[in-house]
């Protein structure tokens, strides 16, 4: 054989050999062992379960905030562990670039690395860490590897280092401003260097906002330590006591009422309820606004200044962490005082649950008139002369009764007569206040109106009168005529709306009133039916402006326009056809249908739907007040002759107690019960509806006109019940709440605009 013909086969050799070689630097999956022990495990730089682990399968992809070991424990075994970095340990770790060096984890971990191209393929590197950016070495700054034939070297990059929480608590949540965490992560690597911000949360403490600089290699520890309500109280306790302060101090003040929950439960009577309930409202006026900050703003977390952090005051990083962190002092603050208010809350609601129960209840008033009046007709007036004194020759035709005193709770007259008994007679048995007779007014419950002034109570006053009786002996007579109230009792529009059909003031400062049934919440407007169907905004209705009571109090609400039906499917896929792709909101919705309403959609993501149309979701007192339509009562069916929910609502009645198999299961189409008066559907359940309101248990005030929820609280109001509800949780006076993070398959909306924008396009 010529050398011609021999130089390629020995040109061949190295290449064989070398490739052979090459195969020798690579791991295959028969290398990892499965339940392979490594001793002395606490001396790495990963946290395991216990001293001596046991190796697992690995498994891709690579988890976020985890650190992995592949350890060497012989030439042909290699173990795989999984667990926490020790950060001190981490941050010494000698770090390689995945992405710099054009690499995958996957691709690496079958690779065997060196610290020199001298060493042998028994001699690679025994302990190599991994996550999803980067390998890291314990021993050496630079590792070599062979791929095809050619040694590649992996050169150190700057340490990614770590963010690390540090907490006694042991149940917290941390949202971060920089990057997504997943529940119950407690460090954050790799992590690249720069400014973090964080919000911590806790059951039962104060959240606050945090925020540092990660240097390269470095660990940025967050000692997470929860302002404790218990801690201001006692920092205020402390302060007060050090400094010798005054008892009437607003720093030393704690609110707890003298009012007693045991008192309010042990209350029989109305008038005792409403006695204790009137100390206890002075007593909560007296110290809440006295419940002083300033202890609260001592111990709280104080917010960094911008240079501390590296940054500049009007940079977009320094005013992202302002705005957390005023957000989470604001929710701190709202939190601690609801937790000084605590008690107040729990006897402000056994308060009003027993007043409830005892204003239901029917009530009859025995009590002789304070004055008598005879009444006598112009027929018989002209049977007798001038000159002789009428009532020595003819008989009353009817009396006017007056009881009670002026401003009294009973201030109220009677004028009518009584079938079969004398009313001279009557007459002189009351003006000589004969024990023989007995007189009670019949109220059709003991409720009273609540007159308010500028804020303040100023009187409660009886106004269901329903019939006078009067007892001779063992006879019994019922008067027949009117009651007639004073005018500052006639004119409250709780009264008004009793005295349906209303009455004309007269001359003489006083409503007639008629025996009627009404309650407490009533409405004092004339609406029509203005609806509008509208290209972008769909089907709307104006109502106009008008009065009503609400939660206790009466409101002027100025116009607008609100839905008619919760914001169905097909209606919802329209408003998102209005954004940009990449800002529209999927609908989640469980039972689907075109003309089904919404559900499973966030407080956020309803408003914005609103928003996007140029309205926004309804205020409590916008919904309730276009819900209520008029009505002397929460619920429709109550002014109806049928008396039948099921034409108006769609509730657990006629769908959830129906079964998941039944077609009536889940929420309704929308609009196929009867609507209110307004032409307004399904505000009593089919789905609940959020509002823009906070919750708050307390109100210690409401405004005047268009009132716009608590300043307090962190959850949203819902309204109007749903398919999952009774026929008690369907009242439009009743609300719940909920967090406005949560969604639901009972959870829906509908949307209200202000009119002037209604009417401009009007007229356009």
């Keep these: 054989m010529t050398f011609s013909r021999l130089l390629p086969l020995l040109l061949l050799v190295p290449a064989l050999t070398m490739a052979d070689d090459d195969r020798n630097f690579k791991l295959t999956s028969e ?84 610290a020199s191209r001298q060493y042998k393929a028994f001699q690679d590197e025994a302990d190599i860490y991994f996550d999803a950016d980067y390998i890291y070495s314990p021993r050496v700054s630079k590792l070599l590897f062979m791929k095809n034939g050619k040694w590649q070297v992996l050169n150190e990059c700057v340490h990614p280092g770590m963010v690390q929480f540090n907490s006694d608590e042991k149940n917290f949540e941390i949202v971060s401003l920089n990057s997504k965490l997943k529940v119950g992560t407690r460090a954050i690597y790799p992590a690249q260097s ?52 005054s008892l009437d101090s607003s720093a030393s003040v704690s609110v707890k009422p003298s009012v007693t929950l045991d008192q309010v439960l042990a209350l029989k009577t109305l008038e005792e309820t409403e006695a204790l309930y009137d100390t206890f409202s002075i007593d909560v006026d007296k110290n809440v606004n006295r419940v002083d900050t300033t202890f609260f703003s001592n111990v709280y977390p104080k917010i960094k200044p911008a240079d501390s952090l590296g940054l500049v005051d009007s940079g977009k990083v320094y005013r992202k962490y302002v705005t957390h962190y005023n957000l989470k002092r604001s929710e701190a603050q709202t939190l601690w005082r609801t937790k000084k208010l605590g008690v107040v809350s729990d006897i402000y609601k056994a308060f009003h649950a027993k007043l409830d129960s005892l204003q ?182 104006v109502v106009d402006s008008g009065s009503f009571r609400y939660r206790g109090k009466v409101v002027a609400m100025s116009a607008y326009a609100i839905h008619t039906t919760e914001v169905t499917q097909e209606f919802f896929h329209k408003i998102m056809g209005l954004v940009d792709s990449t800002k529209r909101v999927p609908d989640r919705s469980l039972f689907k249908g075109v003309n089904k309403p919404v559900q499973n959609i966030t407080w956020e993501h309803a408003q914005y739907a609103c928003k996007v149309l140029g309205g926004d979701l309804p205020t409590e007192a916008q919904w309730e007040f276009a819900g209520r339509a008029g009505s002397n009562d929460g619920t429709l069916w109550k002014s109806d ?99 406005p993070r949560y969604w639901s398959d009972h959870i829906g909306f509908r949307c209200v605009f202000p009119l002037e924008r209604i009417i401009q396009e009007k007229e356009k």
């Design 31 to 114: 290398n990892f062992k499965v339940g392979g022990v490594m001793e002395h495990a606490a001396k790495k730089a990963i946290e395991l379960d216990q001293a001596v682990a046991i190796s697992q399968e690995p498994v891709f992809p690579l988890q976020p905030n985890q650190l992995y070991l592949r350890y060497k424990k012989s030439a042909k075994e290699y173990l795989w562990f999984s667990g926490h970095a020790k950060p001190d340990d981490y941050k010494k770790l000698h770090a390689f670039s995945l992405k710099d060096n054009n690499l995958g984890a996957r691709e690496v971990l079958g690779l065997r690395l060196y």
């Design 194 to 245: 720069g400014v973090y911000v964080f919000s911590f949360n806790a059951p039962d403490k104060l959240p606050y906002v945090d925020a540092g600089v990660l240097k390269p290699g470095e660990v940025l520890s967050f000692n997470v330590k929860f302002p404790a309500i218990e801690s201001i109280d006692a920092a205020s306790d402390a302060s007060v006591d050090s400094s010798a302060k």
């Design 360 to 541: 239901s209840f029917p009530l009859q008033i025995d009590m002789l008139p304070t004055s008598v009046e005879k009444i006598v007709t112009a027929a018989n007036m002209a049977k007798v002369d001038s000159s002789v004194k009428i009532d020595s020759l003819v008989n009353a035709d009817s009396l006017k009764l007056r009881f009670g005193t002026d401003r009294g709770r009973i201030d109220v007259v009677w004028k009518g007569y009584v079938e079969g008994f004398s009313m001279d007679s009557l007459a002189a048995l009351i003006e000589k206040k004969d024990s023989s007779l007995k007189t009670t007014l019949f109220l059709v419950n003991n409720k009273p109106v609540w007159i308010f002034k500028e804020g303040r109570l100023v009187g409660r006053y009886q106004y269901r009168y329903e019939k006078v009786g009067f007892q001779v002996g063992d006879s019994v007579y019922y008067g027949k005529g009117k009651f007639i109230l004073p005018l500052h009792i006639a004119i409250e529009p709780e009264v008004v709306q009793w005295l349906k059909p209303k009455m004309p003031v007269s001359s003489s400062s006083s409503v007639v009133a008629s025996s009627s049934s009404a309650v407490v919440d009533t409405v004092k407007a004339k609406p029509g039916k203005k609806i509008i169907e509208h290209a972008t905004r769909g089907t709307i209705v």
């Design 641 to 739: 002759d049928s008396m039948d929910v099921d034409k108006y609502a769609v509730y657990a009645g006629n769908s959830l107690n129906k079964g998941k198999k039944d077609d009536a299961y889940g929420p309704h189409d929308v609009a196929t019960k009867d609507p209110n008066d307004w032409g307004i559907y399904d505000m009593s359940g089919n789905v609940a509806e959020w509002t823009r309101d906070n919750y708050f248990a307390i109100t210690f005030s409401i405004e005047n006109s268009n009132p716009t929820g608590s300043y307090w609280g962190t959850n949203k109001v819902l309204k109007g019940g749903s398919w999952k509800d009774n026929v008690k949780n369907l009242n439009m006076t009743v609300r719940d709440d909920e967090d």
